[in-house]
Every structure is written in C-alpha cells, then in structure tokens.
C-alpha cells in the first residue's frame, strides 16, 4: 500500500462549487504539505503544518483553506472553485528532523471548468 | 530574481550520453540542496541530497554544489531511457524549515 494516499485522483468541477482534496500518511510523519504543479511554473506551497495545531501559509494560499484533521490527515479545500485553479495538486509528508525529504502523493488532477 | 532557476527544457540527448542539469539560486542561506525526479502522472520522489558544497556520487548520478557560485548540478551518465523523466532542484536553509523547488526540467532519453 502507498504512503501517502490522496483521494480523489481526478475531479471535474465548475465554476462555484466548494470542493475537498484528501491526503492521508502511514509514514508517521509530523509533517504535511499542500503544493500544486502548473506547467511552466513548478512546484508551488499552498499550506503546510508542522503538526496537528500548526497550519502555515505558502507561497499562494489565497482561495484555498486547509484543516488538519489528525497527523495522519491533511485535507485542502477551494471554497469556490475558480478556472485558475486547475492544475494537479500533490501532498507531500516529512519528519520533522528531515524536512528537506519529502514523501509525495500521486496527485490530485484537478479541471474547474 | 526568483530564489531559485532552473531551465525548463525540454532537453533530449541519446541513449548513452552524460546528461548534465543545473540550478542556480540567489539566496546565501541555502545549505541543503536537493534533486527530486517526477515521471509523468506521479509525484516528485527524493534522488540525491547534498549538504553545503561539494560533490556526492550514488551509482549513474553525481550531484554538485558550488556555493561560491550558487549553482548546482545533477550529472546522469550512461543515460538510459527509463531516465526521462522531470527533474526538479529543491533547496533549503535548514532542515527544520521548508524547501523551495525549481520548475524543473523535462528531460528525454532517445533510445
């Protein structure tokens, strides 16, 4: 069994519409990641947490909300789905001592039509 | 400038060859250096990691770091096909802290 888990692997969506991406861990991983990955512009951090009571913001947070339900799970949410907002996300998962190693998900592709 | 840059390519060598990725990145502070390698439809998995300067060889991969001149590399040799893949560089001030990833780079071995 993988990892790091995320579900679902491919959702169509409109414009509008609240949507929720999952991500679950058996690393034991303090740590948890959301990035999303557009062509031409790389990896970039939408939120992350360092535990169950820490969320941060990244690079580009706006329109997205996140909630730590337990260590194991990383949920993001888009609370009104927008077109630039497809692309695939991916969450990824470190300890604490080794941030810089990070374990990825398959991703979550993503159209908001 | 953007903390770290790295060319997209794509980039296509034959079977065989070296193959040779690079970074550069502006910010002094970075100490870990990492290459992560992301096949088409999966997720971006751990290749090579460097601490400060220097060179670390694993198998057909040697990664560099050249702090002087904030610039690293990655080094494939005997390319072969199941290489093709994205590269990306990622780089980090601590190990506590979050890393920052280049684009990438799409690369393709021709058999």
């Known amino acids: 069994d993988a990892d790091v888990t995320q579900t679902p692997r491919n959702r169509i969506t409109k414009t509008g519409k609240r949507i929720m991406l999952e991500c679950s861990q058996t690393?034991?991983?303090?740590?948890m990641y959301w990035y999303r990955q557009d062509p031409g512009l790389g990896l970039r951090l939408i939120y992350y947490?360092?535990?169950?009571?820490?969320?941060n913001k990244g690079e580009i947070s706006d329109g997205y909300s996140v909630s730590r339900q337990a260590q194991a799970k990383f949920s993001l949410s888009l609370e009104s789905a927008i077109p630039n907002q497809t692309a695939l996300y991916f969450c990824?998962?470190?300890?604490?001592?080794?941030?810089?190693?990070?374990?990825f998900g398959p991703g979550t592709r993503l159209t908001v039509l | 400038q953007k903390e770290v840059e790295q060319d997209p390519g794509p980039l296509s060598v034959p079977e065989g060859a070296i193959v040779s990725l690079n970074c550069t990145y502006s910010?002094?502070?970075?100490?870990?250096f990492m290459w992560y390698r992301q096949y088409s439809r999966k997720g971006p998995e751990l290749l090579m990691y460097t601490y400060s300067s220097g060179n670390k060889e694993d198998g057909r991969f040697t990664a560099q770091v050249d702090k002087s001149s904030k610039y690293i590399s990655l080094f494939i040799r005997d390319s072969q096909p199941s290489d093709s893949a994205t590269y990306l560089c990622?780089?980090?001030?601590?190990?506590?802290?979050?890393?920052?990833f280049g684009k990438g780079t799409r690369l393709h071995i021709l058999p």
């Open positions: 990824a998962t470190s300890d604490h001592r080794a941030t810089d190693t990070q374990y």
């Open positions: 990622a780089m980090g001030r601590n190990r506590d802290d979050k890393i920052i």
């Open positions: 947490s360092f535990d169950v009571k820490d969320i």
């Open positions: 910010n002094s502070a970075f100490q870990y």
């Open positions: 690393k034991g991983h303090d740590r």
